[in-house]
């Protein structure tokens, strides 16, 4: 699913993606592991929701 993702930014969007990745070399070392941190908690936020309504 990850790389289905992925392969879609990159191939309809990827001048998006590099302004994206230029932002981030700009950022704090310590915001860029926060918004990770935000990320994987909201994953498994909605991997426990999908597990709970049985999808």
């Known amino acids: 699913m990850v ?3 992925e392969g879609l930014v ?3 969007a990827p001048s998006l993606l590099e ?4 932002i981030l070399r ?3 070392e310590m915001a860029v592991r926060q918004i990770g ?3 994987v908690v909201g994953g498994l936020i909605c991997v426990w ?3 709970q309504i049985g999808l």
Do not use: G
Request: a neutral charge; hydrophobic letters at 75%; charged letters at 10%.
């Open 49 to 51: 929701v999908a597990f």
């Open 26 to 28: 700009q950022m704090p």
């Open 19 to 22: 302004r994206m990745l230029e």
């Open 3 to 5: 790389m289905i993702f």
């Open 37 to 39: 941190a935000l990320v």
């Open 10 to 12: 990159y191939a309809l």
